[in-house]
């Protein structure tokens, strides 16, 4: 197989940036018409809740699924994770790790 003149690989290389820089570029100029838009704006919303709630079912429905007998443990956990989400600041790592660390020490202690 012969090999490509250095001008094709040059050509190549350059079309491949210029796409990538317009790719990268074409949410910026789109942005500014689109933060008057109400639709967006509801977008932005709720999107976060709805990605979380997609999220904890998706989750709380695979640990049913494989620990049948521990819904105990998953009730308690998840009860831990919404209070210290509500209780200490909304802060959702804080709330995911502690509702995980009482998932994790219910299921190995009992």
Aim: with cysteine.
């Amino acid at each position: 197989m012969p090999d490509a003149p250095v001008w094709y690989l040059l050509a190549a290389i350059a079309l491949g940036g210029l796409i990538t820089l317009g790719l990268r570029a074409i949410p910026f100029a789109v942005l500014k018409p689109l933060r008057k838009s109400k639709l967006v704006q509801r977008l932005g919303a709720w999107m976060p809740a709805g990605l979380l709630l997609i999220l904890v079912v998706v989750v709380l429905r695979d640990e049913i699924i494989a620990r049948p007998g521990e819904l105990w443990a998953l009730a308690i956990a998840t009860a831990v994770t919404v209070a210290v989400h509500l209780l200490l600041g909304r802060r959702a790592l804080l709330s995911i790790a502690g509702g995980t660390a009482c998932y994790v020490l219910l299921l190995n202690l009992w």
